[in-house]
């Protein structure tokens, strides 16, 4: 298994074509990017080491992003609390919400926290629901960002979901979401909507449609960093790959004989 450090992780960015002024949807998944190098056992650091380079890249005209989700308040009725840094995104997510300058999105379910020049308009006004319009994820696309996957394999992301919402794919619904939800220690009553799938029907996930139309297109920028990669690409083109796959089948990301026959059956 590969090393690599903070020096590696600000080239690795340098030399997928990040600049100051990018404003970048991280993914990540650092854990396949092998053995840290540090000084002591000290998982802030680790996790600061790639805030830090990340926010030293884009500048401070540049923003970053990324998802800060709280699944449990839907799988285990667990109260909303929008200061919190609670997430089930993963740990990166949650030291992201503790930086100063960070912007959350009130979304109870499918929060998105943004630091950096486009942070408010990204995270703030937005829709009721997770992946509609004017949601985090359609302004995003709107000033052309870059999706960052990081030790992620780039067809998993959530523009996949969005490209899903605007054709309207027949697998999934838009759920009234109304939780335990509390901003300043004060109960909101205020519901939401989540675009979601069935979970009565056999689903199951096939990427390889999209694997081959970002190797036909070229739209990926790839790079080595430590055991693992690092990817870079519009979401604005990676979201009409989507749509235009989509547009042609419409089970194009799922197993659609698995799906059929979870219709015939149900």
């Not at 696309?141 to 979901?161: A, V």
Request: glycine share 6%; with cysteine.
């Amino acid at each position: 298994m590969k090393t690599y450090n903070k020096i590696d992780i600000s080239k690795s960015l340098k030399k997928i074509g990040i600049k100051k002024g990018d404003h970048l949807f991280i993914n990540p998944e650092i854990f396949k990017l092998g053995f840290y190098e540090m000084k002591e056992d000290n998982k802030e650091a680790y996790y600061g080491d790639f805030i830090s380079s990340l926010k030293n890249a884009v500048g401070s005209r540049g923003t970053l992003c990324i998802n800060s989700y709280t699944f449990d308040t839907l799988r285990s009725n667990k109260k909303f609390v929008f200061e919190s840094n609670n997430t089930t995104s993963g740990m990166l997510s949650s030291y992201f919400l503790k930086q100063k300058g960070v912007v959350r999105s009130k979304h109870p379910v499918f929060s998105v926290a943004a630091i950096g020049h486009y942070a408010k308009y990204i995270c703030t006004k937005n829709s009721f629901h997770n992946y509609g319009y004017n949601s985090p994820y359609q302004k995003f696309i709107k000033i052309n960002g870059k999706i960052l996957n990081i030790g992620m394999e780039p067809w998993r992301n959530p523009f996949n979901h969005v490209a899903e919402y605007m054709i309207g794919v027949p697998y999934c619904f838009n759920k009234p979401t109304k939780v335990k939800y509390y901003i300043n220690n004060n109960e909101k009553k205020i519901l939401y909507s989540s675009f979601v799938r069935f979970l009565n029907i056999n689903l199951s996930p096939y990427y390889k449609k999209i694997q081959k139309e970002i190797s036909k297109k070229k739209i990926v920028k790839k790079i080595k960093l430590g055991s693992g990669y690092v990817y870079s690409f519009s979401s604005r083109k990676y979201t009409d790959l989507c749509l235009n796959i989509l547009k042609n089948n419409q089970l194009a990301f799922i197993d659609g004989e698995l799906y059929k026959k979870s219709l015939i059956n149900d």
